[in-house]
């Protein structure tokens, strides 16, 4: 008997808030069977998400599949199997403050966060943030000069006035040379290391599991998801998606609350 064709697509990318994820911080059982058949016919499931990895690892004991991740903004390649980062770049701290420095000099006070580097690596907020995801764990500083005590991976922001796409575009006009300005959902403008987007991240993922970008299918919501939907060979927007992922996407599927990843997977992998 021949050997089955290769599936269409080899790697399947897909972000988690907004896309992967319901508003309540599950995944679907329509969506897990999609997977598993996909995995069946032989594609590897990549989660490519902002989180990091300490978020993730959760999250993957429930899919019970993935056991690599790329976290962070791609700033960090997760191996949950092994609970290790096999790759990871930091945000240099004097940088991270220097840029909070030109931001506030350009549209007023920000409150900020970071997200420490490594896999027990704390989410530390300071005072006036709010947590845009209240599920997700963080501790509270008093001073903002405790943000940079340990290595960190990026810096989140939060402007009481301004919406996340005018402090994104307020930032990126100020801080280009210092650090990456994403917008990865709402209430969630962030800063990491100058040059990493999570098409960087799932690039060195690809290469890790001998995959090319070729057979690569992409799943997202967000305007951080551009660049890897850029290096894909498919980008598929969430029909919540934001207006600039909508614009470069290759196709739209249902939300993520009508299962809009496993619309799409049925179809390839049915």
Not at 63 to 84: E, I, K, M, W
Not at 143 to 148: G, N, P, T, V, Y
């Amino acid at each position: 008997m021949a050997a089955p064709p290769p599936p269409a697509y080899a790697l399947i990318a897909t972000d988690l808030d907004g896309t992967l994820l319901r508003g309540d911080d599950t995944v679907s059982e329509r969506s897990r069977a999609a997977l598993a058949r996909a995995a069946a016919a032989g594609a590897r499931h990549l989660v490519v998400t902002g989180r990091p990895a300490p978020r993730v690892r959760p999250l993957l004991a429930a899919l019970g599949g993935p056991g690599l991740a790329v976290c962070g903004q791609g700033a960090q390649l997760y191996d949950a199997v092994a609970d290790r980062l096999l790759w990871s770049v930091t945000l240099d701290r004097e940088t991270a403050e220097t840029a909070l420095g030109k931001i506030e000099a350009e549209v007023g006070e920000v409150y900020a966060a970071v997200d420490q580097d490594g896999v027990d690596g704390l989410t530390l907020i300071e005072p006036g943030y709010r947590m845009p995801h209240p599920t997700l764990p963080a501790h509270r500083v008093e001073r903002r000069d405790e943000l940079w005590r340990a290595p960190i991976s990026k810096v989140l922001l939060r402007h009481p006035a301004l919406s996340d796409d005018e402090l994104a575009a307020a930032a990126r006009g100020v801080v280009d040379s210092l650090a990456t300005v994403t917008m990865s959902g709402p209430g969630t403008v962030e800063l990491q290391p100058c040059g990493i987007t999570k098409a960087t991240g799932l690039a060195l993922a690809a290469e890790h599991l001998g995959l090319g970008r070729e057979r690569a299918l992409a799943f997202g919501d967000m305007p951080n998801d551009i660049p890897m939907f850029r290096w894909a060979a498919r980008g598929v927007a969430m029909a919540n998606a934001h207006p600039e992922l909508l614009a470069v996407a290759d196709e739209v599927t249902t939300s993520n609350e009508d299962d809009g990843i496993a619309v799409v997977l049925d179809r390839l992998f049915a």
